[in-house]
Structure formats: structure tokens, C-alpha cells
């Protein structure tokens, strides 16, 4: 699969009539992309909106009520109008479908045909096939991204570089794919969702990712013996998961689907989904497999929630905030006793580190932190877990080979042992500095990522981490509450705007330029979402609108 020189950018409906409710496409068509982009799939996506697109709406203003209210003192805590739920030992979740029974080990990556090919032939269990923070939404990832799919779905994917490498489906037996659309918050603007009333607006990226995705796959994937199977990232609360649950029992209906055909896992990555863990699972109770424990974007929404609550709720440096910290560890035990208490998988994190094949140190480095993560996954009772690399691959799995033997999980082990309280998951304490080298890490970490992100990339290696959008997010909003709460380093330095500036110029000016690099976008876009006096909730949200969209 290739694609081509944008052609002059054209508009298309879901339907011939300008009445009614409809999907415009403004964004340029490259080859192959009216393959996905159909009449059908648009009527598809059509009804999605205009049945749950304000919805949608109503949610994303109960998060940016329920911010409010953590930031000017009120605390998350377990909620008591939905007690009986969590108190009722009678229910269950669906659990695992075809090809889901065993995850001890899930590659993520984006879905560009490369990368693509590569996760087939990974040798994991499963592929997240990641539409979400492991890309740079441009329109030829987000369209292209469902070209890889549905090749390699129908097991028709082959790729050249532009060097001439071609990369082809090998593997015998190739990972159950589970696909992540874009978090409710983000928007598809080279779609337009025009209403019955003749209001439009920017298309939800979750519903576009989510429908195209469905409507093309859902059936061959039943077909071919697995299912449409989803992560769903960024939740806040079980009404959220409650529409995501709404909207997969009407595809189903419309698909002709039997009812509990699609399955999810849903992220655990915010603070107020932790609290609500119990009746996620229950109003998805007929279409979720379990959950995950999206540990760096949990880091970055602790941050964003308690960024001007005072010093007592600063984080040190990036590298000291661990999966053994008080609140991570909480967060994590919970997680695996909610799962297993209902029937539902628990899947790790992933761990940063990777390896690099000219580099035997580095490897082995990134092998023993990898090894040392996975293993305790496994001993905590988590059921599999993710690593970003295939190199990776048998270093996690012999892990979980170690605690499963042959058996595809451990649902089975019931950590009645844990008892989790709001507190804990709220303690923050580490007792570690802010250094001077972790204030220069996460601007440079933050330059180099936003710069590749801008042109198109959204999974980065840098300094032997992968980085994506997560973990961008926690190094510009480490910089925003220092800078904000009044910090200084342990060497003694205020942590300013003026004197992260300065680090900024430096780092700018260290780095290897190249012809079409985007530095000095990533630098205004750092300045604005790491120094600005507001407090952007998401940075992709500003950079897509202005780098992204096309003209």
C-alpha cells in the first residue's frame, strides 16, 4: 500500500441530498482513500453521530465540571450512588472473545504500513493497533491507518519504502489486533457532522476511527474466526463508558452482529476512572474483556487534576515517578482485584525502555528494566502486558511464562489481600528532588517529540525511551506546575519561565537541524503548553488545530 500526491481538495457527502444529517469530508483524497471512505461507511458514520454525538458533548462537560471541583479542593472519591454495584458479588463481565483468551504479550504501535507489517509479524499475542497517542493524526495517518487494517486484516498488506525495502506479511500465526480510536476529547476536522437542524462542526475523532474501522472490519473479522475488538482510552467516568457501550450495541444491531460480538478493554489512565473502575465494568458488563493500566497518561492526569493544589501534590523529576510509588502501586493492586473480582482480564503498562540493536549496553539495560517491570506485573496477578518493541518480546513473556505455564491467564487469582482506600490512590508523596538534569530532560523530551509529531510521527524513539503523546504530556506539564507552584531545583535553581526559556534555546540550538524540520513549531507550541499562563488539558488538542488541519 502506497499513497500519492495529494490531489486539490474536494467535499463529499454521506448522502446526494443537502437535507438531513450527513458527513462532509473536506480533507484531500489520496490513493486508495475512497476505499474507505465510502458512501456507506459515511452514512455509517452519519448515524453514529447524529445519534450520539451530543452525547458526547455532555460528557466532555461533566469532565470539565468535575476538573473544576478537583482542582478548587474536592477530591475524587468511590462513589456512593453506585455502592450496590460494587457491593453485588453476582455479576460478571463478558470477558475474553476468540483470539483474546490468551494476551500474556501486546505489541503497540501506529498503524502505518510498516509498522503495520512489523506488528504481524511480531510473534506477540495481540496488536494495539494504535490510532491514538502512538499517532500524529495527519489525514494520510488517520485514513492510511485504516488502509493498513484492512489489508492486513484480509491478509493482502505488502509495503515498499521509499528506499525500495519491501515488507510483507510472514508470520504464521499473526496477533489478535485490538484497534484504539481516538480518546472522546479529540476531533476528525477534515469531516464535518452536518445535524438535522443544519448545525455543523469538526466530526469526533473517537466516532470516525471507531465507525470506519467497524463498518469495514466487524464482519471479516467475525469471519475469519476473531471479532472487532477496541481499546478505549481516556475514559473519566462509567457514563462514558456507558455511551461507548450504547454505541457498540447499535453497531451491532446495524451490522447484524449477535449482541456482545464487539469487545473492549478500557485504559485506567485518569485519576477519576481509578475511582470508578467497578462500574466501568458493569455497564460494559456484555462487552468488555478487561482493563489496562495506562500508566503514563495516569501520571500526566494526577499532574493535570492537582497542578495548582499546592506543593503537596508536585512530583519529582520524571524518572522518579515508578510504578512502586504509593499511588501507583495502589492504582495497579486495585486494578488487578477489580478485574479478577469480575471475571475481566488485567493488562500491564508498558514499559519505556528499549533496545537498540548497535548497542549491546543499551540493550541489556533496557532488558533488565524491562525484565524487572514484567515480572512484577506477573507476580501481582496481571494477566499480560504490553512492551513497544518485538525485541522485547520474549524478555516479557518469559515472565509471564514463569507464573502462567500453560495456562492463557490468571483470572482465576482473587487478590482478596487488597484493600485499597481513596488515600492511598491519592498519595502522592514520593520524597524525591526536582533536579536540574530532570527540569533539561523533559524539554528536550518535549522539543524532539512534539518536532516529530509534527511532521507525522507519533511514536518516537529518543535517548533509548519510546515516547509518545503520554509521555510528552507528563514532561510540558511537569514544567507548567514547577513553574506554577513555585519550584526550584535541588541544586538551587527557581524554575521560571525565563530560565526554561533559556533551556529551550539551548536545547534548540543542539540539536543536529535538518531541511523541513519543524523546531521552531515545537518550540512555540512547548512555550505555549509548558509557560503559557492557561492550562491547555490536552497538547495535542492546540497543535492538531493549528499544524495539523489542512488549509
Excluded at 2 to 20: D, E, H, K, L, V
Excluded at 372 to 378: C, G, P, V, Y
Excluded at 412 to 418: K, P
Excluded at 434 to 463: C, H, K, M, P
Aim: aromatic residues 8%.
Amino acid at each position: 500500500m502506497t499513497t500519492t500526491q495529494a490531489a486539490p481538495q474536494q467535499s463529499q457527502t454521506a448522502t446526494p441530498s443537502a437535507f438531513g444529517p450527513r458527513i462532509e469530508v473536506t480533507g484531500r483524497p489520496f490513493s486508495r482513500s475512497e476505499e474507505i471512505l465510502t458512501a456507506e461507511a459515511l452514512t455509517f458514520l452519519t448515524q453514529l453521530h447524529d445519534r450520539f454525538a451530543s452525547t458526547r458533548h455532555e460528557r466532555l462537560a461533566d469532565r470539565q465540571r468535575r476538573r473544576y471541583e478537583i482542582g478548587n479542593g474536592r477530591d475524587p472519591k468511590f462513589r456512593e450512588d453506585t455502592r450496590q454495584i460494587r457491593e453485588d458479588a453476582n455479576w460478571q463481565v463478558a470477558g475474553a472473545g476468540p483470539g483474546l483468551e490468551d494476551r500474556r504479550v501486546e505489541i503497540t504501535g501506529p498503524t502505518d504500513p510498516k509498522m503495520t507489517v512489523n506488528a504481524m509479524n511480531s510473534g506477540a499475542r495481540v496488536w494495539l493497533a494504535d490510532q491514538e497517542d502512538a499517532t500524529s493524526p495527519t489525514w494520510a495517518n488517520v485514513i492510511g491507518g485504516q488502509l493498513s487494517l484492512f489489508d492486513a486484516i484480509r491478509e493482502q498488506l505488502e509495503y515498499t519504502s521509499p528506499e525500495g525495502k519491501e515488507y510483507r506479511v510472514t508470520a504464521e500465526h499473526t496477533p489478535t489486533i485490538v484497534m484504539r480510536p481516538r480518546g472522546w476529547h479529540l476531533v476528525e476536522k477534515h469531516m464535518r457532522f452536518v445535524d438535522s437542524q443544519g448545525q455543523s462542526g469538526a466530526a469526533s475523532g473517537s466516532l470516525v476511527d471507531f465507525g470506519l474501522y467497524a463498518f469495514h472490519n466487524a464482519r471479516e473479522l467475525v469471519a475469519r474466526g476473531r471479532g472487532p475488538y477496541f481499546y478505549i482510552a481516556k475514559l473519566e467516568s462509567s457514563e462514558e463508558a456507558k455511551l461507548w457501550d450504547d454505541i457498540f450495541t447499535f453497531t451491532e444491531q446495524e451490522l447484524g452482529l449477535p449482541h456482545g460480538t464487539i469487545r473492549a478493554t478500557v485504559l485506567i489512565e485518569t485519576l477519576p476512572a481509578a475511582f470508578e473502575m467497578e462500574e466501568i465494568l458493569y455497564v460494559m458488563r456484555d462487552h468488555i474483556a478487561g482493563l489496562n493500566a495506562g500508566r503514563w497518561d495516569y501520571i500526566f492526569s494526577i499532574i493535570k487534576n492537582y497542578r495548582g493544589r499546592g506543593a503537596r501534590f508536585v512530583l519529582p523529576d520524571r524518572s522518579e515517578v515508578t510504578m512502586t510509588v504509593p499511588f501507583m502501586r495502589a492504582y495497579t493492586e486495585l486494578l488487578v482485584k477489580t478485574c479478577h473480582k469480575r471475571g475481566a482480564h488485567a493488562i500491564g503498562g508498558m514499559s519505556a525502555f528499549i533496545p537498540n540493536r548497535r548497542d549491546a549496553e543499551v540493550t541489556a539495560r533496557a532488558e533488565e528494566k524491562v525484565r524487572a517491570d514484567k515480572q512484577r506485573e506477573a507476580g501481582d496477578g496481571f494477566d499480560g502486558t504490553w512492551v513497544a518493541h518485538p525485541d522485547l518480546i520474549s524478555v516479557a513473556q518469559a515472565e509471564f511464562d514463569a507464573v502462567l505455564g500453560d495456562r492463557p491467564n490468571q483470572v482465576d487469582r482473587q487478590r482478596d489481600d487488597v484493600e485499597v482506600t481513596a488515600a492511598q490512590l491519592l498519595d502522592v508523596h514520593i520524597g524525591r528532588d526536582i533536579t536540574e538534569a530532570g527540569v533539561r530532560e523533559n524539554v528536550s523530551i518535549g522539543l524532539r517529540y512534539i518536532e516529530a509529531w509534527l511532521r507525522g510521527n507519533g511514536a518516537v524513539a529518543i535517548d533509548n525511551l519510546m515516547e509518545d503523546a503520554a509521555t510528552a504530556e507528563i514532561s510540558r506539564s511537569q514544567i507548567w506546575q514547577w513553574i506554577h507552584q513555585d519550584q526550584s531545583t535541588a541544586e538551587g535553581t527557581r524554575i521560571t519561565r525565563e530560565w526554561v526559556g533559556e533551556l529551550m534555546r539551548e536545547a534548540i540550538a543542539g540539536f543536529a537541524r535538518f531541511a523541513g524540520d519543524r523546531y521552531d513549531d515545537a518550540a512555540e507550541l512547548f512555550a505555549d503548553v509548558a509557560l503559557g499562563d492557561d492550562f491547555p488539558t490536552f497538547l495535542t488538542v492546540p497543535a492538531y488545530s493549528r499544524y495539523l488541519v489542512d488549509a
